[in-house]
């Protein structure tokens, strides 16, 4: 059994097919942060803080609907939008901390157990970089791993791609280490793969410390790596396409696939 809360240092890889080839890798860490336990490790924590400036902080507000109302509430509500009951299970969110007050995620993923601990369901939350977000929330389905889900895509992210896509999500949860890969796929086929992986550490502040200085600025850096590797998609000519407006739901629906599904199910 892993600690509620706990830290995953890996690597960020992308890779683009079509219609060039273009790649990226870059470490990384993550916080895996049980909801109910985020307080209590505020005040155990030196440089850890909860709505306040430290290292390291969490701002409530920086995700779900962004109103700072309780995030548990808002995770159970999108759970029950979906027809999901986890029961009252823990939800542990694995995501970026901001550092020295500056955050940017990509992508965070809430995994909601059932008392049991039976993983339930799997919220991925998005956030692009024009300040907009969107969710998509499938149910975990068998408990054999690595768990497979997939999703329409239906929120702008890049202007390197356009919304006819579809996501497959192959995901081993929390454990000695995690890994979430995402296949992008048009009608053409795979477009982009991207994973997340990370081996486990002990979250304690001289963890902590030894993380800023092996990852300094990390978040910074991970917004600065977005627009660099834009322009280098530019200098290679990959088409432009036009920011849309965002979807009027703020969540998108996903469902599970059989373990040994090889792709995107046909709609």
């Known amino acids: 059994m892993i600690p509620r809360s706990t830290l995953y240092v890996g690597r960020v890889r992308h890779h683009r097919f079509r219609p060039k080839r273009h790649a990226l890798s870059y470490r990384v860490f993550w916080m895996l942060l049980d909801l109910d336990d985020i307080e209590g490790l505020a005040a155990r924590l030196r440089f850890f803080s909860r709505n306040r400036f430290n290292l390291y902080s969490f701002r409530d507000a920086d995700y779900g609907d962004r109103s700072g109302r309780p995030l548990r509430e808002q995770v159970e509500e999108t759970l029950a939008g979906a027809g999901i009951s986890c029961a009252g299970g823990s939800v542990r969110l694995l995501t970026m901390p901001r550092i020295l007050g500056y955050g940017f995620n990509p992508i965070s993923t809430y995994f909601c157990y059932q008392p049991d601990g039976n993983l339930c369901a799997t919220i991925y939350e ?55 890969a995402i296949d992008g796929h048009d009608a053409e086929g795979r477009l982009i793969a991207t994973t997340l992986s990370g081996q486990r550490r ?66």
Do not use: C
Not at 153 to 169: D, E, I, W
């Open 126 to 180: 998005v956030h692009n970089t024009f300040g907009e977000v969107h969710s998509y929330v499938a149910p975990a389905g068998s408990a054999a791993t690595p768990l497979r889900q997939e999703a329409r895509k239906a929120f702008h992210v890049s202007p390197f791609m356009g919304l006819s896509m579809r996501y497959t999500f192959q995901v081993v949860p929390p454990g000695e280490r995690v890994s979430v």
């Open 202 to 267: 002990d979250l304690g502040d001289g963890q902590l410390l030894r993380l800023l200085a092996s990852h300094p600025l990390l978040t910074l850096k991970v917004t600065a790596a977005i627009h660099w590797h834009a322009l280098r998609l530019l200098a290679k000519r990959i088409p432009w396409w036009a920011h849309p407006a965002p979807p009027d739901a703020p969540v998108s629906l996903g469902t599970a696939l059989p373990r040994d599904a090889s792709g995107p199910a046909q709609s």
